[in-house]
């Protein structure tokens, strides 16, 4: 069965330094992947979209990685600040006309000030 | 940018009673807006996805008449909880792709707090 696996332990880091956040996949083609942040009692807040022929996207201080042969994505937070804490999931999509997503389970970061 | 409401925000209800929670896109139209339950530190669940003019489509285990789906219009979805039962106590959470293009990305509301008693 299709399934997305995010660690899910908390990351605890330091102010300043990059946070890396890991999603993997299986059983699973997806045509693009998407990342969200999600704050406690909130609903998710859209970051970055990353295609299954890109390797790479940028925001600001985001990066997202695809590698489709590895089925696996990294998101990354550079210079990060207290104010990055929150849960970050990882979606998938298939790319049909529906545009369902699936979500993964979620990891919660921490920047200590 | 794109804006999805949900009203209420939170809602406690004695078990049996029905409870209808609102989606509304503010600022697009969205002929597909999807339905999602999420239960504390789970992933967010897709239970239905809400078309506009025509019936929803439910996913697998998810029961279509205790889950009543109506999108009326191309602004608005309601989700309407029939017979609430404790188990039912959940975060409930929609969301919107905007029509037309680049209707990859989704932009979801804030959420529903249902708290069944």
């Known amino acids: 069965s299709q399934k997305i696996e995010q660690n899910s332990e908390a990351l605890n880091i330091q102010e300043g330094k990059t946070a890396t956040l890991t999603c993997n996949y299986t059983n699973y083609s997806p045509a693009y992947l998407q990342w969200y942040r999600q704050d406690p009692g909130r609903g998710p807040v859209f970051l970055l979209l990353i295609r299954e022929n890109e390797k790479e996207k940028r925001k600001e201080r985001l990066k997202v990685t695809f590698d489709t042969t590895l089925k696996q994505s990294l998101f990354h937070i550079t210079a990060s600040q207290p104010a990055d804490s929150a849960t970050y999931l990882c979606?998938?999509?298939?790319?049909?006309?529906?545009?369902?997503?699936?979500f993964g389970s979620g990891t919660r970061l921490l920047v200590r000030p | 940018g794109a804006v999805v409401s949900q009203h209420p925000s939170w809602v406690i209800c004695k078990s049996g009673t029905s409870v209808k929670i609102e989606c509304r896109s503010l600022?697009?139209?969205?002929?597909?807006m999807f339905w999602y339950r999420q239960f504390p530190k789970q992933s967010l669940m897709l239970m239905a996805t809400?078309?506009?003019?025509?019936?929803?489509?439910?996913e697998q285990g998810v029961e279509k008449d205790k889950f009543l789906i109506n999108h009326a219009s191309l602004t608005l979805s309601t989700l309407t909880v029939t017979s609430a039962h404790p188990e039912d106590s959940s975060f409930y959470i929609c969301?919107?792709?905007?029509?037309?293009?680049?209707?990859?990305?989704?932009?979801f509301g804030p959420g529903t707090r249902l708290l069944v008693l």
């Open positions: 979606a998938l999509a298939g790319g049909d006309s529906s545009y369902k997503l699936i």
């Open positions: 969301s919107a792709p905007p029509r037309g293009s680049f209707q990859e990305t989704q932009y």
């Open positions: 600022d697009f139209q969205a002929t597909t």
């Open positions: 809400s078309n506009e003019g025509s019936k929803a489509t439910y």
